[in-house]
């Protein structure tokens, strides 16, 4: 025979009683007080007098494992209603690319498939359906749900930071492999082809300006005329071009996080300061780029100031579109492509301009740290003496990409 129930509680702990007027059998725990100083108080209750005593024993587990879930906390809390909290707070502090790039994740895979999950119940296999989700349904790469299981894992960690309960198991659970990046350093002999093509018309700095000086796409399309200094021969890249997303069209507010440097040029296109301190640098012009720019420069202007424009138009920047197609342009007019042929053929990412800088530099001999300060990759901060004193050789190691592009003043 069972060992009977004693349904008590020691003096102090709390109560259990039938409730008179509904015939319900109460418990009532103590749980210390709250944000008031008041006393706070656990109920859980049952028409079964065995199971609301059950009920009652679970929570008091749960107290004095110190799991239960924070005043003020919604305990059924669902990934869905959290993760648009984390969107709230995150809106405040992350630049507006990555904050775009959480929305997406969120929006398009996270709450479709755990939604409704409540967050204490999310466990691995729940990733491991992500995932699955995202790859067999979604035709993603690995490396794309990876991140987005690494962003849930974040969300998952900021609940239980503001006192919901989550399983450790989750937040440990490993991500799947990423996959096999492709892109490549452009071979010389095509980046030869791309810039003779280009040698035609005006557009042949623009593309000096990622396959030689190394610089991204944000990055020359941001590039104002006051950050060009022709008579010392020097590009100062302070700022980038990005588009930021509306918060109210119609008031002209942008999300962004609180101080937030951007400058508006017109409509959604800012300039804003580049991610990282590495990436404020001063470079050297080749005497070609400077040849080139000088040439440029003597061109119906910008009226927003910027040294590339929108095609046809001096009163709107180039967006990365654009600029992405006309890319894809060059490499068809010169012949030149990734992989393939003209009439099946994979294109060289706008990016992989900018492996080929590093490529070349490391050809060349050029120290690493020379490479670092042109390519604005590591978090080394120089003094403004340090930059003026490594000037010349980040100059020399340029002119030598330069040479090895056929690409003379």
């Not at 015939?23 to 008031?36: D, F, I, Q, R, Y």
């Not at 006309?326 to 009439?343: H, I, M």
Request: one cysteine or more; proline letters at 3%.
């Amino acid at each position: 025979m069972g060992r009977r129930k004693k349904y008590e509680l020691t003096h102090g702990e709390g109560s259990f009683y039938l409730r008179a007027s509904d015939g319900m059998w109460v418990g009532v725990l103590e749980a210390g007080v709250n944000s008031k100083g008041k006393r706070r108080r656990i109920t859980v209750s049952s028409k079964d007098k065995d199971r609301a005593w059950e009920k009652l024993v679970a929570k008091r587990k749960e107290i004095a494992a110190g799991e239960y879930t924070a005043e003020g906390v919604r305990a059924n809390m669902t990934v869905e209603k959290w993760a648009e909290q984390y969107l709230a707070m995150k809106e405040k502090t992350l630049r507006p690319r990555s904050y775009t790039s959480e929305l997406h994740r969120c929006t398009r895979w996270i709450i479709p498939v755990l939604g409704r999950r409540k967050l204490r119940d999310v466990s691995p296999a729940d990733l491991r359906l992500l995932t699955d989700k995202m790859i067999d349904e979604g035709g993603c790469s690995t490396t794309h749900a990876a991140a987005t299981q690494k962003l849930l894992q974040r969300i998952l960690k900021t609940a239980q930071l503001e006192g919901h309960q989550v399983q450790e198991r989750t937040l440990k659970a490993p991500a799947p492999g990423k996959s096999v990046n492709d892109r490549t350093a452009i071979p010389v002999e095509d980046a030869v082809k791309l810039l003779q093509k280009a040698e035609s018309d005006l557009e042949a700095a623009r593309w000096v300006a990622a396959l030689l000086q190394g610089m991204r796409q944000g990055e020359v399309l941001g590039l104002t005329w006051d950050c060009v200094d022709l008579e010392a021969g020097t590009i100062d890249i302070s700022w980038q071009l990005q588009e930021l997303p509306y918060e109210d069209r119609a008031r002209g507010t942008f999300i962004k996080p609180r101080n937030y440097e951007c400058r508006q040029l017109i409509g959604s296109y800012h300039l804003v300061r580049p991610k990282t301190k590495a990436g404020y640098r001063v470079i050297p012009l080749v005497p070609w780029m400077r040849s080139a720019l000088t040439a440029l420069a003597g061109q119906p202007r910008s009226t927003l100031g910027l040294v590339w424009h929108r095609d046809g138009d001096l009163d709107m920047p180039r967006s990365g579109k654009e600029d992405r197609d006309a890319w894809k342009t060059l490499q068809d007019r010169a012949g030149v492509w990734k992989t393939g042929d003209k009439e099946n053929h994979t294109y060289y990412v706008l990016h992989e301009a900018r492996h080929t800088t590093a490529t070349l530099l490391l050809a060349a001999g050029v120290d690493p740290e020379i490479i670092k300060t042109i390519m604005g990759h590591s978090d080394i901060m120089t003094t403004r003496g340090y930059q003026h004193a490594s000037q010349e050789m980040a100059r020399k190691a340029l002119e030598k990409v330069a040479s090895s592009l056929q690409l003379e003043a």
